[in-house]
């Protein structure tokens, strides 16, 4: 707890490095362009693939599941699913729901930079606790609700690369008028461009889609692997030494 300037400072000094280097990378883009927008894309892309996944197993290898506070985990279980019954009563039941902004608020809402930030301001306000805290949360976040997160979003986009499939068989039949639209289909010629927008993708097809790109994603598994550490070794390993330090 904040009780003193003491107590503030090691929060100051604890947050201070994120948003140095946070204002520092915004400033190299967009003041002194240091960096390109490709330069970008490919920082972005390494840190999503080898920083993020190298970053979530250093956590969660350290951490002692044996010793997780299951009312803890249970109030964020709790919490995240009033939070997707909100959002499914809105984007169903309001006009201006839909599909895309439910799952892009729920990822606002509950997914936060856990690590980044949480575990050292966590820690300097309640000491090693505070942080045991942050790293079960995201535990609980990077082996449940980020995968259903990001398998929602890979179904959508498998959905939006199908009908873009399909709108590619849209050509124009008088050069004169390019408004004037006929639709090819093999089967059928007489199919509408409306018929095409509602058509319906094949729901194995896309599982599979989905399921080679979760796969492939070292996000998804880099937590699991982390984890089974952290069972063996506080399990066995630490056992083990501990029974050699006794005799």
Not at 129 to 155: K, P, R, T
Not at 208 to 218: A, G, H, Q
Request: proline share 4%; with cysteine.
């Amino acid at each position: 707890m904040i009780t003193g300037w003491g107590e503030l400072y090691k929060v100051v000094a604890a947050v201070t490095p994120f948003y140095v280097a946070l204002v520092l990378g915004f400033g190299a883009v967009k003041w002194w362009h240091m960096f390109k927008t490709e330069d970008v894309d490919a920082i972005n892309r390494f840190n999503c693939y080898f920083i993020s996944p190298f970053f979530a197993f250093e956590f969660a290898s350290h951490f002692n599941p044996y010793t997780m506070n299951v009312k803890f985990v249970y109030a964020d279980i709790i919490s995240k699913a009033i939070i997707i019954v909100i959002l499914l009563i809105w984007a169903n039941c309001t006009s201006k729901g839909n599909y895309s902004w439910a799952v892009s608020c729920f990822s606002l809402c509950t997914l936060s930079s856990t690590l980044v930030l949480g575990v050292p301001l966590l820690r300097s306000m309640y000491d090693e606790m505070g942080a045991d805290l942050v790293i079960q949360s995201f535990v609980m976040q990077s082996l449940l609700w980020f995968i259903i997160l990001l398998f929602l979003l890979e179904l959508h986009r498998a959905r939006d690369d199908y009908s873009s499939k399909l709108d590619d068989k849209i050509v124009p039949i008088n050069n004169e008028d390019p408004g004037d639209f006929s639709i090819e289909v093999q089967e059928n010629d007489k199919h509408t461009h409306q018929e095409i927008n509602k058509a319906t993708p094949p729901f194995f097809a896309l599982l599979k889609i989905v399921t080679i790109k979760l796969v492939t994603n070292p996000n998804c598994f880099c937590c699991f692997i982390g984890i089974a550490w952290a069972l063996i070794a506080n399990r066995y390993i630490l056992s083990s030494f501990r029974s050699c330090l006794v005799n």
